[in-house]
């Protein structure tokens, strides 16, 4: 292990473990391995006092209690190779009264919403392969407008012009404005808490 640049301990650490521990490297030619404990005793009998050759580093720490308990581990070393966000798992948002928003979308959209959500199971006979768009637009962008909300759902349907004109006779504020392109038909609805909701209707194969 390459010795870190020695600095001086300070302050408490109550992070995780609800002790008064102060995490630092300490500077030495042995590592403990991982997982193994070693103990000792510091020379200050109160461990705010604690000054020590020791560094902040993921590859060794050292917690020192306050009853003077030196102990020092060395935590797994990470894979900052591994695959990790590997799709979205889940959609959740607030709402001043929930109980009128989930009725809003289950009695105009269809979703199935229980008191805890919904589920939109992956492939399957109800559910045609497909994909999910992530996108960050500008704090000026027009594309959440007219509302003031910094987000937007878009869900697929499967007939676009249907559903917006039942929206229509059901008295949902749907927008007059619809976009055709290669990607599909799109559509837009207001719900009941000011949110814009995006209708997509997929491109025919």
């Known amino acids: ?10 302050g408490r650490n109550r992070r995780e473990t609800g002790k008064n521990w102060l995490f630092c490297l300490m500077q030495g030619s042995e590592t403990p391995g991982v997982g193994d404990q ?4 510091h ?3 109160n461990a705010t006092d604690c000054v020590l050759p020791c560094a902040l580093t993921p590859t060794m720490a050292v917690g020192i209690e306050p009853d003077g308990v030196l102990i020092a581990f060395v935590p797994h070393r990470l894979d900052v190779h591994m695959k990790r966000v ?10 001043p009264d929930p109980k009128r928003l989930g009725d809003w979308y289950r009695n105009h959209l269809g979703i199935d919403v229980g008191d ?17 768009i992530w996108s960050v637009f500008a ?4 594309k ?5 909300s910094p987000f937007m759902i878009n869900y697929r349907v499967a007939d676009l012009d249907g559903l917006l004109a039942v929206l229509r006779t059901e008295g949902c504020h749907v927008l007059d404005a619809t976009e055709a392109s290669e990607f599909g038909k799109f559509g837009w609805v207001m719900d009941p808490d000011g949110n814009k909701v995006e209708l997509w209707e ?3 194969e």
């Open 1 to 10: 292990m390459q010795a870190p640049k020695a600095i001086t301990c300070g």
């Open 38 to 41: 070693t103990q000792g005793r």
């Open 43 to 45: 020379d200050g009998s």
């Open 86 to 95: 590997t799709g979205i798992g889940g959609i959740f948002f607030k709402s």
């Open 116 to 132: 805890w959500g919904a589920v939109f199971s992956w492939g399957g006979a109800d559910s045609e392969p497909g994909m999910t």
């Open 139 to 142: 704090q000026d962008s027009q």
């Open 144 to 148: 959440m407008a007219p509302s003031l």
């Open 202 to 204: 997929p491109p025919a």
